[in-house]
C-alpha cells in the first residue's frame, strides 16, 4: 500500500510569483488536508476537500486555493507570494472527513520564497 | 475550537515509561481526544485517540480524567526513536473535521 507522497520535497520561488503543491493520497482515501508549518510551529489548517469539493477552511487568504481530482489527488497553489509564505506545505490523507478518522500524513514540500 | 496546553518539553531515559500531560478545560461533550506525533524531518502520525474511557494500542495508551478536563499520553517503554514533537487535539464532532494543532511537547529521550 503505497502512502500520501508530495512533490516537489523542495522548492525555492520569488515574491509575487505563483506555485502549485501536488499530493497523492493514499489508496482508498476520498479526503485531503493541507497544513502549513512554519518552523519551530504546529501545522496550521488551510483547507480540506472530500470527494472533490470543499469541505472546510482555516483562516487562510483566497491566494491559497486547491482542487481535488476523480482520483482523489490534489493540488495547492498560492498565488502572489509573500515571504511570510516560507514553510513546509503537509497534505494529509484520509478515508472521511469525520473526526474519528486517522489522517495520514505525507512528508511536506519545503517552500523558500525569496 | 477548544484548546490544549501542554509542556513545552519533557524528556525521559530510553526504556522508561513516559507520561505526557495535556489540559482541555473547555472541551465539550462531543470533543474527541487526538494525539499525534512528529518525528524530525518527517509529517506528523497518529499516535491513538479516544473519546471518554482509556484506550491502549500497539503504540501507547491513553488516560482520560473522568471529567475528560485533562489526558495524559503513555509511552510504556520508550525508544530514541520516540523522540518527537507530541501534539493533543481536540477533534470536533461536527463542523470543520481539520485538526487543531498547538505547540506541542517536544520529547527527547536519553539512551
Known amino acids: 500500500e503505497t502512502g500520501v507522497t508530495q512533490s516537489p520535497t523542495h522548492l525555492i520561488k520569488t515574491r509575487g510569483q505563483q506555485v502549485t503543491l501536488r499530493c497523492s493520497s493514499q489508496?482508498?482515501?476520498?479526503?485531503v488536508s493541507w497544513y502549513q508549518q512554519a518552523l519551530g510551529q504546529g501545522p496550521q489548517f488551510i483547507f480540506q476537500y472530500y470527494r472533490e469539493e470543499e469541505n472546510g477552511r482555516g483562516n487562510f487568504p483566497p491566494r491559497f486555493s486547491g482542487l481535488q481530482f476523480p482520483n482523489y489527488s490534489s493540488e495547492l497553489n498560492v498565488n502572489a507570494l509573500e515571504l511570510d509564505d516560507s514553510a513546509l506545505y503537509l497534505c494529509?490523507?484520509?478515508?472521511?472527513?469525520?473526526?474519528?478518522?486517522?489522517?495520514?500524513f505525507g512528508p511536506g514540500t519545503r517552500l523558500t520564497v525569496l | 475550537d477548544a484548546k490544549t496546553t501542554q509542556p513545552n518539553s519533557m524528556e525521559s531515559n530510553e526504556e522508561e515509561p513516559v507520561h505526557l500531560p495535556c489540559n482541555h478545560s473547555?472541551?465539550?461533550?462531543?470533543?474527541?481526544i487526538h494525539w499525534y506525533r512528529q518525528l524530525p524531518s518527517q509529517g506528523p502520525e497518529y499516535v491513538i485517540h479516544?473519546?471518554?474511557s482509556n484506550v491502549n494500542n500497539r503504540m501507547a495508551s491513553l488516560a482520560i480524567a473522568e471529567d475528560r478536563k485533562s489526558s495524559t499520553l503513555i509511552l510504556h517503554r520508550a525508544t530514541l526513536r520516540d523522540a518527537a514533537v507530541y501534539y493533543c487535539?481536540?477533534?470536533?464532532?461536527?463542523?470543520?473535521?481539520?485538526?487543531?494543532f498547538g505547540s506541542g511537547t517536544r520529547l527527547q529521550v536519553q539512551p
Open positions: 487535539i481536540l477533534r470536533l464532532y461536527t463542523g470543520r473535521r481539520a485538526l487543531t
Open positions: 479516544g473519546l471518554t
Open positions: 489508496s482508498g482515501h476520498n479526503t
Open positions: 473547555t472541551i465539550s461533550g462531543t470533543d474527541y
Open positions: 494529509a490523507s484520509s478515508l472521511e472527513a469525520g473526526p474519528n478518522n486517522e489522517q495520514f
